[in-house]
């Protein structure tokens, strides 16, 4: 069942994002998300879900903030960084601090800061629900796309 689900929803495009959030002392964490959706217009809501394995759970699930940088076609490198647990995933550069201290990748398509707004449990995943408090708009370009397990590209969206 478990494998033909995965099956299924990887028939389904998604684009890819980096969801981020800082610990206590100020330290990022994230991973890689394609479970990034719109939610609600007025008030502005979106949400992620984030696996209850994930190493940097316990960091989203105590968290009051977070942010999520949608990806670019070519940010495939660092969406493989953010989906590896044993990764260094911020040395290497590619991001910058916002003015509310969230860390969002750098020239990313778009970004949205959040509130939370809400968490719910959902089996393996916990839903975060944010309210959108900032966001950037950065040139356009084409989207970093999931499909059938792999990254593709969207050249008709430039
Ligand atoms: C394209 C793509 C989309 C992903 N989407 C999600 C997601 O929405 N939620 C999630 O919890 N993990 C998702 N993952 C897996 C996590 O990015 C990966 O397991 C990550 O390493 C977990 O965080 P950790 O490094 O802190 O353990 C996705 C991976 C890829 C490659």
Known sequence: MADDFKEVMARFPTGVAIATTCDEDGDPHGLTVSSF???????????????KSAKCFPVFARTGE????????????????????????????????????????DNALATVECKVDRRHDAGDHVILVGEVVDQLLSDAGGPAVYFNRKFAALSSAQ
Not at 37 to 51: K, M, T
């Open 37 to 51: 959706c719109s939610v609600s217009l007025e008030p502005p809501l979106v949400l992620i879900c984030v696996a």
């Open 66 to 105: 977070f942010a999520v940088s949608m990806l670019r076609e070519r940010h495939v490198e660092l969406a493989l960084r953010f989906a590896n647990s044993k990764a260094r995933k911020f040395g290497d550069g590619g991001f910058v601090r916002t003015s509310r201290g969230g860390v969002v990748v």
